[in-house]
């Protein structure tokens, strides 16, 4: 029933890859630290489970988004590659942050970051436009900080990297096929840090590390197939409406997070 539950976990996130550009992590981690607990993980190292397995996942959901972006012709590799150096940068630092915190220190912090993006999703505008000229130093600042709060909170760089692409003048469809390829680096260099981080713990059986391994597999064979899926509808969808409805899930996930939190 576990394994079936992960498999469910990734259906949905292989389709948000697909639909926005993001690596699922905003799902993957909360869905996670629930699973986890009812399994019996030690508190000591749920969060650090979570995180690192999400970012794991994530290898596999960005990858098979991008290949689909790609072959739609929404991705930009021109842009990847000035975000990919500093986002490695940002991810760097970040993780060796993360080992200066507490568990319950990350844990409040992926709650104030889902109310957030939240109420981001809510706000923001998308206003296509022709893309404008963006220095080297704007984009070495957004990969930085895309890099150093995903590594820190074991998500993709979809929250961060899309409204700034657009806000560049991007449309939508390019600023998600790009926001997809960067969660590549992002995914691989992240979770290479927390299986390191994890290896001399006392972790659960069939763990690397950090990342557990049935979690990985369930999320990530479903995520690969359903990330065609979200490609698709991104095509021809209300970007507005979907990232709105979209937005409503998180702050309903942050809230039941934020009670289980303070209990």
Known sequence: MIFLLYLAVGAFVGTLSGLFGIGGGVIIVPTLLLIFKEQGFSSDI?????????????????????????????????VSKKLIPPILVGIC???????QVKASTLEALFIT???LVSLKMILYKVKVDEPKETSKFLYGITGFIIGLK??????????????????????MKNAVGTSASIGIPIALTGSAFYIYNGFDKLTP???????????FFGISIASFFFTKLG??????????????????????????KTTSFIS
Request: net charge positive; glycine share 8%.
């Open 46 to 78: 749920t969060m650090f489970m979570a995180l690192g397995t999400s970012l794991a996942t994530i290898v596999v959901t960005a990858a098979s988004s991008t290949l689909r972006h790609y072959n739609m012709g929404n991705l930009i590799v021109e």
């Open 93 to 99: 630092v970040g993780a060796y942050l993360v080992n």
């Open 113 to 115: 970051y889902l109310y």
């Open 150 to 171: 995903s590594s820190i909170l074991g998500i993709g760089g979809g929250t961060i990297s899309v409204p700034f692409l657009t806000w560049r003048g991007y449309p």
């Open 205 to 215: 059986e069939y763990s690397l590390g950090y990342v557990y391994l049935p979690a």
């Open 231 to 256: 490609a698709k509808i991104s095509s021809v969808a209300n970007q507005v409406l979907m990232k709105k409805i979209f937005a409503i899930m998180l702050i309903l996930i942050a809230i039941k």
